[in-house]
């Protein structure tokens, strides 16, 4: 490739967490690496991740942990650039972090550290950053490499040998989230899978709305499953439906139609517990149930009649139904809230024909697709940066 300012051996579309190590460990290969992105600052994604301190990854990542039509496609990424690497790095930057719970790694002061860190090591692998560019037109030349033309500005075309997108997903549209890379990758034929919103808020139906408009705020760990899966974390009662980290985890799960069994005191055996309290106490069953939900919960679950009876005057089946209502809600949820407050995207490019151990597309020589743009959607708790990462990281070894 001619060294004209135009040329390069590697131009990344998009400067966030794939795109950035991706860039990276192409320039310490000596590659002459063009970042470009149609936003004005860089890492916007990384700037929100984990509430503005960055959920980076986790001390225990595996395929499990990923959502995939090829569940295997994961592996090899994961395993050569691992968290243990990721951290390596970060601790190499003395950036203090702490572990949450689940093994999830956050920065201790701002995610601004891991993305300073970023494009610090970019800097020094000599990788050139463009912002506020958007692209016209891509392809692939007869002799191999790609153009990149209609381009805004005075900025000619480009040239590359390889190129590689690492756009993101459709999610938090207002960090300049866009289709592009998906409708560049229809465009050399590969096959995009379904997309829609994952780790996002649920909406519930208008009458369950309104029955729990109360309940805006409240917090219960609780169990959420669908059949298939289960999480046990946080539930959070919101104004528009439920959310919490146990609602986000399995809304990658979740199929619209789809209903879910929930509940609220997954670490109890209310029935036994009720029943073993029964002879010992003159204590109306609200007084006992307030031990371990909020009152406002269970008048909303329970009728006033029944939460004013004493315990020790309630049959056997009565007991058996209060527990049923607190431990086998079952709610069909609306839909979810959506890309605009959804933290990734489910679905996408079809892994069957991406190299897992490089990125490229199989049916396009010098293609490559990083991050979020591929099917694979991790679990909340540093999974998707954690992909970002090694997906970014494995590029780079042959871009």
């Not at 207002?174 to 649920?202: C, D, H, K, M």
């Not at 055996?269 to 069953?285: A, C, N, Y």
Request: with cysteine; charged share 20%.
């Amino acid at each position: 490739m001619s060294a004209d300012a135009n040329s390069y051996d590697v131009i990344i579309i998009g400067v966030g967490a794939s795109g950035l190590m991706c860039a990276i460990e192409a320039g310490k290969r000596q590659r002459r690496v063009l970042m470009l992105d149609h936003a004005d600052r860089p890492g916007s994604k990384i700037l929100l991740a984990g509430g503005g301190r960055c959920n980076f990854s986790n001390y225990s990542v595996a395929a499990d942990n990923y959502l995939s039509n090829n569940p295997h496609f994961c592996k090899s990424a994961l395993s050569r650039f691992s968290q243990w690497d990721f951290l390596e790095l970060v601790q190499h930057y003395q950036i203090p972090f702490h572990e949450r719970q689940h093994g999830q790694l956050f920065c201790d002061d701002s995610s601004r550290d891991i993305l300073q860190m970023l494009l610090t090591e970019c800097r020094l692998a000599g990788v050139a950053i463009e912002l506020g560019v958007k692209i016209g037109q891509v392809e692939k030349l007869a002799g191999g490499g790609f153009r990149l033309s209609g381009i805004r500005g005075d900025r000619g075309d480009l040239h590359c040998q390889s190129l590689v997108v690492a756009t993101g997903g459709l999610s938090i549209p207002n960090a300049g989230a866009s289709p592009f890379g998906y409708r560049l990758a229809e465009q050399f034929g590969i096959t995009v899978l379904p997309t829609s919103a994952g780790l996002v808020p649920l909406t519930l139906q208008p009458a369950e709305k309104q029955r729990l408009a109360t309940l805006s705020g409240i917090a219960v760990r609780s169990r959420v499953g669908n059949g298939q899966q289960s999480f046990c974390e946080n539930l959070l009662f919101t104004h528009r439906g439920l959310s919490g980290p146990v609602i986000l985890q399995i809304s990658n799960y979740w199929q619209p139609g789809q209903q879910l069994t929930i509940d609220l005191l997954p670490d109890v055996d209310l029935l036994q517990r009720l029943k073993s309290k029964q002879q010992g106490t003159q204590k109306q069953l609200k007084t006992v149930l307030a031990e371990l939900l909020p009152k406002r919960l269970l008048a909303i679950f329970l009728t006033a009649e029944l939460l004013e009876m004493p315990l020790r005057s309630l049959s056997d089946q009565q007991l058996a139904e209060v527990a049923a209502c607190l431990q086998q809600w079952l709610v069909k949820p609306n839909g979810s809230e959506g890309y605009r407050t959804a933290e990734v995207t489910r679905g996408g490019i079809d892994c069957n024909q991406i190299s897992s151990k490089t990125m490229e597309a199989r049916q396009v020589s010098g293609l490559f697709f990083i991050g979020e743009l591929l099917d694979v959607t991790g679990w909340l708790g540093g999974y998707n940066l954690q992909w970002a990462w090694s997906s970014g990281w494995s590029a780079g070894q042959v871009v």
